[in-house]
């Protein structure tokens, strides 16, 4: 039988009569480590016992550690009958090694026991006059990065070890709490004499001079810490309730949609512009087009945030199994063809001709026909090279040239398209983004429109009372100015 006890979170008070019993009548009582103060007064007592402190310095990580301690343990015990196990605080909190010990238990068919304990949480819970009920998350700090913080609840961090953990932890709270939060540094909680509890500000953490293995903090709840994801969704919530806003109860799906877009292309400007602040605004118009399309369909019954968030990360996963299943080292061109040959197995499309007319209608027209020519691209109906294109864009000019002077709407409109496509066809080859490449020619013409105004201004002249020669002259300035 393998016994495995804890030893409490450092006062002596805090060993229970059972566990007292069990250390003074084995024989093989084996520690995790020496250093807890609870061990220092089990030496005074005359209690024989080894330790497995030598394990931290003979390998790289606490896993490769608590992998070794536990097979230890496994082995000693297949040499002697009854074997003692003890560990810091309680068994089951914050104890990995346990965890690894009992699964080896189980897969070996070894018999185990484990007996009841204080743990640091009991110490921290007194010691901060704290109530679980009113809500509390307990974080290994050496777990922060697979944790989801959460201001409305009270947070308790532990083995915080050193100055250098200390740190991580910071880093990692200063991405959701602000700054300057009021928390607690707790130090040997419970242990008389040795027992540490202030209020420090969050970006001081690090700077405190006795952290060491005792060490844990508490984040209080805060509801009025920085604003997150569910501040949003409640204040989605509440605009469109009976208290809320008239506006926002009376839009729909559909009429949100002008919206939607113009958020988006505001982004695409944020980026161009290279401003921070202004990518931060935009993206949260867009995200908040989002979560009012998320609330109306919750509203309705149809689907909410979750089953969008679902719905994305699902997607992420499946197209990309290279990183998620076969971990497959591959290049940026593959991954783009392995993009589309799921896609075209998740819509159904079983040809290239459905695959183009999946490509949304809405798109800006200039996006849509460089989608649709890539798509041809990829089984080979395509130009030989950018020549070729040239000469078809030329071609279609000249279309244009029979039929313009034509009252047929129709054939105009016809040729215009087949010039326009043909120039997105020669962008694609040149590898320029015809959408782009137009907004820039559209920004220039009003860089320099916006030159011959002014000119014409400060000669005391109204553009509407000057010629087209007047107004080309002062043009070709501009493009000179421009060139210089």
């Not at 993206?283 to 989002?290: F, M």
Request: charge should be negative; proline fraction near 2%; hydrophobic fraction near 40%.
């Amino acid at each position: 039988m393998i016994k495995i006890i804890g030893l409490g979170p450092g006062a002596k008070d805090a060993l229970t009569i059972g566990t007292l019993e069990i250390l003074k009548s084995s024989n093989n009582v084996y520690f995790r480590t020496e250093k807890h103060p609870t061990v220092d007064f089990l030496r005074e007592q005359g209690l024989k016992f080894k330790t497995y402190d030598f394990a931290y310095d003979k390998f790289d990580n606490f896993d490769e550690v608590y992998e070794f301690i536990a097979n230890e343990i496994i082995k000693t015990h297949n040499s002697c009958e009854d074997i003692v196990y003890g560990v810091p605080g309680h068994p089951f909190v914050a104890e990995k090694s346990v965890n690894i010990l009992m699964k080896l238990c189980e897969k070996l068919n070894v018999k185990y026991e484990v007996l009841p304990a204080v743990s640091f949480v009991d110490a921290m819970m007194e010691a901060l006059k704290l109530d679980p009920v009113e809500g509390l998350k307990i974080i290994d700090a050496f777990d922060m990065n697979n944790q989801v913080l959460d201001k409305r609840l009270g947070t308790i961090i532990t083995q915080v070890y050193d100055p250098f953990i200390a740190s991580e932890v910071k880093l990692k709270l200063s991405e959701y709490y602000k700054d300057d939060t009021e928390i607690y540094f707790v130090r040997a909680a419970g242990i008389k004499g040795l027992e540490s509890i202030r209020k420090i500000p969050l970006y001081e953490i690090d700077r405190q001079e006795d952290i060491d293995y005792l060490t844990s903090l508490y984040i209080p709840k805060d509801i009025n810490n920085n604003k997150d994801f569910y501040d949003l969704l409640g204040i989605m919530e509440k605009l469109r309730s009976q208290d809320g806003c008239s506006w926002d109860r009376e839009q729909t799906s559909e009429s949100l949609k002008k919206y939607l877009i113009e958020e988006s292309y505001e982004v695409l400007e944020a980026i161009d512009e290279q401003d921070d602040d202004k990518i931060i605004e935009e993206l949260g118009d867009v995200l908040l087009q989002v979560v009012f399309h998320a609330q109306i369909g919750k509203e309705d019954g149809f689907f909410n945030i979750n089953d969008i968030i679902s719905s994305i990360c699902n997607k992420m996963i499946l197209r990309h199994p290279h990183v998620f299943s076969n971990k497959d080292n591959i290049t940026s061109d593959e991954v783009l063809q392995n993009w589309d040959e799921i896609k075209r197995k998740e819509k159904h499309f079983d040809t290239y001709t459905e695959e183009m007319k999946g490509i949304a209608k809405t798109l800006p027209s200039l996006i849509r026909a460089d989608k649709v020519q890539n798509k041809a691209a990829k089984v080979g109906f395509d130009w030989d090279n950018v020549d070729d294109a040239l000469n078809k864009v030329l071609e279609e000019f000249n279309e244009i040239k029979e039929v313009y002077k034509m009252e047929n709407k129709e054939r105009i409109l016809e040729e215009i398209g087949d010039l326009i496509f043909s120039a997105v066809n020669v962008s694609r080859f040149l590898g320029v983004d015809p959408e782009i490449a137009l907004n820039k020619t559209t920004d220039k013409f009003i860089k320099r429109f916006s030159f011959i105004e002014d000119m014409s201004r400060k000669q005391g002249y109204d553009m509407k009372s000057m010629t087209l020669e007047e107004m080309d002259r002062l043009w070709n300035v501009a493009k000179i100015n421009e060139k210089n």
